[in-house]
């Protein structure tokens, strides 16, 4: 028998509200053995979906007010029992709560254990547990979106579909094999083979989906660099919507890297300002120069700023040099003054330029548009389920791979009881992603990412 957990399932801190999560067999006594209702109605006898006021009382002593609310098995987000008490917020008071629950037989709850429950007791699949703590982390809309989708069944319904094909398939295969005195109609190797490849491009296209889903859910990291003056820290500020790096119009007045996390539409950017490109003697300032170069080396993105209203110089082309193949947006700042640029040169060399003037709050819609397509976000649909973490993303990849081989093995003649073990391997790897089989190893790697209370 599972025990009875519990945990504070709101954020540690002041607020106007602290909860109190009970999930289990026996979650309903340990919360009437310190609730007492104003209505004297004891919690082992409310019904599922409703409510009581009373006071939390422990040791005789009247702790706080609060509300319970019942959920009864199986119609709760473990499928267990479950109460959750709501109390004034605060870290003591939700915490002295909780001591009353731990000390009338409820443990402490594991880090994601009720989301772990849930999957264990049938209420939600493996990528629908998974984008519970990907929505709480979710850091702007297309990546709530994407999470939210999941959590419906999105991206399970999108696996299903090549499951259930390659199911179909090794079926067939392994009748028509065992079963020869039953005149199974003989399998049909172009049929097979068409099976097989609308198999490989529905999870291609899902694997092409994960990078772009990976930049909307964690960020990336974006450098600004050009040489000094070209409006490097006035455009940290205007994306950042405050005065984070120091503007001046002395040359080599930001000596050491600047970092701020900043959303540009669907996409955050963990920024870091940099001290401008040039030779110098300043000892303190070339120490930055350095690390900026180092930067450039690693960044996930260049935001490369060059001054309209003067010639390129010698550093802004050895800058230019760089963003060849590099993912880069050249910024055209200053654009406010006379145009005295090389535009076209620019373009000639980078795939994307955008043009502003950083010090009149610039539109920044063209940067962002750029960057999207960078990262390749602008042709991402949430909604139409995507991978969303390493352990997804290998299953589906080695799945991948057997379907793969599985064609392979057609084309070289190989028996078709050779091919129904390939085919069967893809559809364990499938089974293992959607979590409809998995080892215990497994969930419990996937779980202890979640934070407590979830």
Request: proline share 2%; net charge negative; charged share 25%.
């Amino acid at each position: 028998m599972e025990h009875t957990i519990a945990a504070i399932s709101t954020p540690n801190g002041v607020g106007g509200m602290g909860v109190i999560r009970i999930s289990g067999e026996n979650a309903l006594l340990v919360a009437e053995s310190i609730f007492n209702s104003v209505s004297g109605k004891k919690i082992s006898e409310m019904k599922g979906y409703t409510a009581s006021f009373g006071k939390i009382i422990d040791e005789g002593q009247i702790i706080d007010e609060a509300v319970a609310l019942v959920f009864r098995s199986p119609h709760s987000y473990t499928g267990e029992d479950v109460v959750e008490i709501s109390c004034h917020g605060g870290m003591y008071i939700t915490k002295r709560v909780l001591r009353a629950v731990l000390s009338h037989g409820a443990k402490p709850a594991e880090g994601g254990e009720f989301t772990k429950r849930a999957f264990l007791n049938g209420k939600m699949g493996l990528t629908e547990a998974e984008s519970v703590m990907e929505l709480i982390a979710a850091s702007g809309s297309q990546s709530a979106r994407a999470a939210l989708s999941a959590m419906e069944g999105s991206l399970r319904k999108r696996i299903n579909g090549v499951r259930d094909e390659l199911l179909n398939l090794a079926a067939h295969l392994a009748a028509w094999a065992d079963y020869p005195e039953e005149e199974i109609p003989e399998i049909d190797e172009s049929e097979l083979r068409n099976g097989l490849l609308k198999c490989k491009s529905e999870l291609k296209n899902l694997l092409s989906t994960y990078d772009a889903g990976k930049v909307m859910r964690e960020g990336v990291d974006t450098v600004i660099a050009g040489r000094p003056n070209v409006g490097k820290s006035t455009l940290m500020n205007l994306l950042a919507g405050c005065e984070r790096s120091i503007v001046t119009d002395i040359p080599g007045t930001t000596r050491d890297i600047i970092e701020e996390t900043v959303m540009l539409g669907n996409v955050p950017l963990r920024l870091s300002d940099t001290a401008g490109l040039r030779n110098t003697n300043d000892i303190v300032e070339s120490i930055g120069v350095k690390r900026a170069k180092e930067r450039l080396l690693s960044a996930g993105l260049i935001f490369a700023v060059f001054d309209a209203s003067s010639p390129l110089t010698e550093e802004d082309r050895q800058l230019i040099g760089l963003l060849e193949n590099a993912p880069a947006v050249a910024i055209v700042n200053k654009t406010d003054l006379e145009s005295k640029i090389d535009s076209d040169y620019i373009r000639s060399k980078v795939n994307h330029v955008v043009f502003i003037s950083a010090k009149n709050d610039a539109d920044t819609k063209q940067l962002e548009n750029a960057v999207a397509e960078i990262a390749g976000t602008s042709k991402l649909d949430p909604s139409q389920g995507i991978l969303a973490n390493e352990r997804q993303y290998s299953d589906a990849q080695k799945a991948l791979h057997s379907i793969e081989e599985a064609l392979t093995a057609l084309d070289m003649g190989i028996t078709f009881d050779a091919v129904t073990i390939i085919i069967e391997e893809a559809i364990n790897c499938l089974l293992e992603l959607t979590g409809e089989r998995v080892t215990e190893a497994v969930v419990d790697q996937v779980f202890h990412r979640f934070c407590v209370g979830k």
